[in-house]
């Protein structure tokens, strides 16, 4: 079966510092990739996707960028962490094969910039 | 691209019923309907691919007018293990790829 991990769970970081999230599919071969963030009582915003090794799309333009250096690793990153930067980052795969795959999504990283 | 939920919030006696409705302002291929408990990662409900299709899970269903764009999830009898989040995610007719879009979220509290 597929499985979805995700890390940190919890992060606090001060403004100005870098950041790295991971995520990381088993099970699976060549999923989509997915990185979405909920501010506080928000929706989901798609930040990232990824149909396949080194090819990202990005939906947001911030501060934030995402990479896909194995098949099943996604990572989010930034140089600078802003207090907008700030939520609840959650990472999701689905079947690149079925465009009627639902998304599985990770525990999520709480991310508190101070 | 993100569509729009509403209401924004409900509140709910047990066994009473609520309609959560999701819009988008372009064609869908898709629509996904995701519960998320507070803290936790949104769980799949369903999905409705076929314009006019509905889907059951337990006592809750959905629906899904293709040529409006919307989507209705119908909760019945409601429980308290229904509270959460409601969510409901779109893909666009107009995307090859898999971009993926959610909507504002829908508040549910199931009180006794």
């Known amino acids: 079966s597929q499985t979805i991990h995700q890390w940190p769970a919890t992060l606090v970081q001060p403004v100005g510092s870098p950041l790295s999230l991971e995520c990381t599919v088993e099970?699976?071969?060549?999923?989509?990739l997915y990185w979405y963030r909920q501010a506080a009582g928000r929706g989901l915003q798609l930040l990232f996707y990824?149909?396949?090794?080194?090819?990202i799309s990005s939906e947001v333009p911030q501060n934030l960028s995402a990479s896909r250096p194995q098949d099943r690793q996604f990572i989010l990153s930034s140089k600078k962490l802003l207090l907008s930067d700030s939520g609840f980052y959650l990472c999701?795969?689905?079947?690149?094969?079925?465009?009627?795959?639902?998304?599985?999504f990770g525990n999520g990283t709480r991310l508190t910039v101070t | 691209q993100q569509p729009v939920q509403s209401p924004q919030a409900v509140i709910l006696r047990e066994g009473e019923d609520a309609v959560i409705n999701c819009s988008s302002s372009k064609a869908l291929y898709s629509v996904h309907w995701y519960r998320q408990k507070h803290g936790e990662a949104p769980v799949f409900l369903m999905i409705?691919?076929?314009?006019?299709e509905q889907k059951g899970h337990d006592k809750i269903s959905a629906s899904f007018n293709e040529k409006k764009q919307q989507s209705s999830l119908y909760l019945t009898a409601s429980q308290l293990s229904y509270s959460g989040t409601y969510f409901c995610g779109t893909s666009l007719l107009m995307n090859t790829g898999n971009q993926f879009y959610f909507g504002t979220g829908t508040s549910l509290t199931v009180i006794p």
């Open positions: 990824s149909v396949g090794i080194g090819q």
């Open positions: 409705l691919l076929k314009g006019g």
């Open positions: 099970g699976t071969s060549n999923p989509n």
């Open positions: 999701a795969w689905s079947r690149s094969d079925r465009r009627d795959s639902p998304l599985h």
